[in-house]
């Protein structure tokens, strides 16, 4: 059985597990505020996005400039939306965050850093889900998606998880969030040994 929490829980988001088990976490949803240049690229939700990534890994802007060899005020500008092109620092701080080639893009014209077949994508497609549990994984705005492949004996199976929520999460819950999951995933990558059966 796969599980994962969050705090303050508000609305229930879905884990599937490639090898049967699912199970529900609960997280805030994230928002932002749109603001558009002429060319209908939105730099305010890119920085956000930043933003929110940067705070689920669990950095600080001062961390992250000194990773980039830049000022922490330039990565305040790119997470405010402050910036009209893509500079060599945006296109580092997104490949410190992981992002793929073409996320920055990607965001700019509206949609999610990861392509098609992301983590979201993959759990969105099973039809045997219930209703209630497809509506879930579907509704609200994602906060974020991760898939983590867990050993087990001499195979390995893959969780995919997919948090949305309904409004905003704050800075705090943020971190929180980000600290829980890197804990399920480092659990699920090094389960405890099992149990000796045999000792008295």
Not at 12 to 24: P, Q, V
Not at 161 to 175: A, F, K, N, Q
Request: proline share 6%; with cysteine; hydrophobic share 35%.
């Amino acid at each position: 059985m796969c599980a994962v929490c969050a705090p303050h829980a508000t609305r229930a988001t879905h884990m599937r597990c490639s090898e049967g088990e699912t199970g529900l976490s609960h997280v805030h949803g994230l928002r932002h505020d749109e603001a558009m240049d002429t060319t209908g690229h939105d730099w305010k939700r890119l920085g956000g996005q930043l933003r929110a990534d940067r705070l689920l890994r669990g950095l600080e802007q001062q961390a992250v400039a000194r990773k980039l060899g830049a000022g922490r005020s330039t990565i305040r500008n790119i997470e405010n939306g402050h910036i009209s092109t893509q500079t060599p620092t945006l296109v580092r701080y997104a490949a410190l965050l992981g992002w793929p080639d073409g996320a920055i893009d990607r965001v700019l014209a509206g949609g999610e850093p990861e392509p098609s077949g992301s983590a979201e994508q993959q759990l969105a497609a099973p039809s045997d889900l219930s209703a209630r549990i497809q509506r879930a994984i579907s509704d609200g705005v994602l906060v974020d998606d991760q898939v983590v492949t867990v050993p087990i004996g001499d195979g390995e199976f893959t969780a995919t998880i997919v948090v949305r929520g309904e409004r905003p999460p704050t800075d705090d819950e943020l971190r929180q969030w980000g600290r829980q999951m890197r804990a399920v995933e480092d659990a699920l990558r090094n389960p405890p040994p099992p149990a000796d059966t045999n000792a008295d």
